[in-house]
């Protein structure tokens, strides 16, 4: 009989995940890595991996939760509606791809756009700071609460955390994060957007 697709037991599945997330010396080996992968059981449904987008040796890295149909399509993080004002927000403070860096937590696209699971997320946790680690980027950027929770380690809502500095140690070193609202709410409040603008400011300012 074939082995099973994915550890019955999370932790044995976040375990594999911290090992293979180590074994990875470059990202182009992460990526193969987490192509391989099959301890996360949301790789069964998607349609590919949604690895990253931009530049790796940017100064900025911007981190958001999950792809969804978009990006499930074209196999890159933030091309949909969000993706869009994403880009007109980087734009805003002379940012484009080619001058930052993004992923998400979660690289596969949960079903019909749920939220990933707190497992789903914790089993995906290690390629995402691995990946940060390997960018090494000066700034990290949370998109959103979830995104903010998981790499932050904070308990606190994004309406209390946005706009500030947080340290975030990337295993090489200390860098600066902040979180913000994720575009795809900002989409649903836009009045929301003058927030996020300061923070894009703020972030303009610290390079
Ligand atoms: N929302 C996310 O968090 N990530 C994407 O890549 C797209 C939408």
Redesign the pocket.
């Known amino acids: 009989m074939a082995a099973p697709v994915a550890p019955a037991v999370p932790e044995e599945a976040a375990m594999a995940a911290r090992e293979a997330a180590k074994s990875a010396k470059t990202l182009d080996e992460l990526r193969a890595i987490l192509d391989k992968f099959d301890g996360c059981a949301l790789k069964a449904t998607a349609s590919r991996l ?1 690895f990253a987008d931009g530049n790796p040796q940017a100064k900025v890295m911007l981190v ?5 149909r978009d ?1 499930d399509i074209e196999g890159l ?2 091309v ?1 509606r ?2 869009k004002l994403l880009d007109r927000m980087l734009a805003a403070i002379g940012l484009d791809r080619s001058s930052v860096y993004i992923a ?1 937590i979660v690289p596969w696209r949960p079903p019909g756009n749920r939220t990933p699971t707190p497992q789903e997320s914790q089993i995906c946790l290690p390629f995402i700071l691995r990946q940060i680690e390997l960018a090494d980027p000066d700034i990290l950027v949370c ?2 609460g979830p995104s903010a929770q998981t790499l932050l380690g904070i308990k606190e809502g994004i309406t209390k955390t946005r706009g500030r500095w947080f340290s975030f140690n990337t295993g090489k070193r200390e860098i600066r994060a902040m979180p913000t609202f ?1 575009p ?1 709410f900002l989409l649903r409040s836009p009045l929301q957007k003058r927030f996020v603008w300061r923070d894009f400011l703020a972030i303009q300012k610290a390079l």
């Open positions: 949604v958001g939760e999950a792809p969804g990006e993080p933030f949909g969000s993706g998400n998109l959103g994720h795809a």
